[in-house]
């Protein structure tokens, strides 16, 4: 599970400092191997008939610092209360959509 924001049309994710086994993520070899990332976020209830889905799909790149890596950690930031005292550090994975999919349970 991860924290997003959108910079823009550009699709953005951080390192933060949650608990990990590792330093050397997965998610960021992929990203650095392919050069191309998905998301999908979806939402839950017990009522199935307002579940649904978004998968966005493109081209993606890793950022450690600059002025992209400050505005995606500025607007998780503002969309998440929990980074207002303890903003991400890490790096930020950036997903340029080219493809976004989507479902929904009830039209």
């Known amino acids: 599970m991860v924290t997003f924001a959108l910079v823009g049309a550009t ?5 933060d400092h949650k608990p990990k086994s590792t330093d050397r993520l997965q998610r960021l ?20 008939s307002r579940l649904w889905w978004v998968r966005i799909e493109g081209p993606a790149s890793i950022h450690h610092d600059g002025e992209f890596h400050a505005d995606a950690i500025e607007g998780l930031v503002d969309k998440y209360p929990q980074y207002a005292d303890r903003p991400p550090q890490g790096a930020v994975i950036a997903i340029a959509q080219d493809l ?7 039209p």
Do not use: G, K, P, Q
């Open 11 to 15: 699709v953005v994710t951080a390192i």
């Open 29 to 48: 070899a992929n990203v650095e191997a392919n050069r191309r990332a998905s998301l999908l976020v979806d939402h839950y209830e017990e009522d199935w």
């Open 100 to 106: 976004v999919t989507s479902w929904v349970s009830t």
